[in-house]
T-cell receptor
């Protein structure tokens, strides 16, 4: 069965600095998708970034980028120029071609001024 | 465009009562998902529908839980009778199945408290 592991329950970063959140996953599939979702205190789940496994190029969305290492089954999220509004729970998620999203346990990110 | 709409946003009820949660997916989306989030178990998929048809309900915890999708723009999740351990945030999500990455978009959630 596929699993998603986020080994950092909590992380903190100074405003304007860079932080990296870790995620590893276990799968025997070769075709799948990976996602990072953000959940602020409002509880809304917001898509941050996504990556197709067949693409070697790492996805980037403004200040958010990923380091996708397929062989190592690693999918880390880098947040550059951190802002106070980035404070939230971040969930890594995996989905193969069928429909289930499998979530990690989340990393709580604190941003200090 | 309106996102996924869920109602109510908060629900407080007493043990044994029936609870109905509602979801309106994004227009044009053909897959709908119900999730439950608790501190102990994190985010769990309860059930999902493709084209209004339930595909996988293996995450539904017990017979007390049931979900329906009578049309492409509406779904309900019902708990009868409710129990205190059902207290959680329930999310609905939708997507257009068949596009590239098939991203799921989440509603704001319903916080359920069963006393």
């Amino acid at each position: 069965a596929q699993t998603v592991t986020q080994s950092q329950p909590e992380m903190s970063v100074q405003e304007a600095e860079t932080v990296t959140l870790s995620c590893t996953y276990d799968t025997s599939e070769s075709d799948y998708y990976l996602f990072w979702y953000k959940q602020p205190p409002s509880r809304q789940m917001i898509l941050v970034i996504r990556q197709e496994a067949y693409k070697q190029q790492n996805a980037t969305e403004n200040r958010f980028s990923v380091n996708f290492q397929k062989a190592a089954k690693s999918f880390s999220l880098k947040i550059s120029d951190s802002q106070l509004g980035d404070a939230a729970m971040y969930f890594c998620a995996y989905r193969r071609r069928t429909d289930k999203l499998i979530f990690g346990t989340g990393t709580r990110l604190q941003v200090f001024p | 465009d309106a996102g996924v709409i869920q109602s109510p946003r908060h629900e407080v009820t007493e043990m044994g009562q029936e609870v109905t949660l509602r979801c309106k997916p994004i227009s044009g989306h053909n897959s709908l998902f119900w999730y439950r989030q608790t501190m102990m178990r994190g985010l769990e998929l309860l059930i999902y529908f493709n084209n209004n048809v339930p595909i996988d309900d293996s995450g539904m915890p017990e017979d007390r839980f049931s979900a329906k999708m009578p049309n492409a723009s509406f779904s309900t999740l019902k708990i009868q009778p409710s129990e205190p351990r059902d207290s959680a945030v329930y999310f609905c999500a939708s997507r257009f199945r068949g596009s590239g990455t098939d991203t799921q978009y989440f509603g704001p959630g319903t916080r359920l408290t069963v006393l």
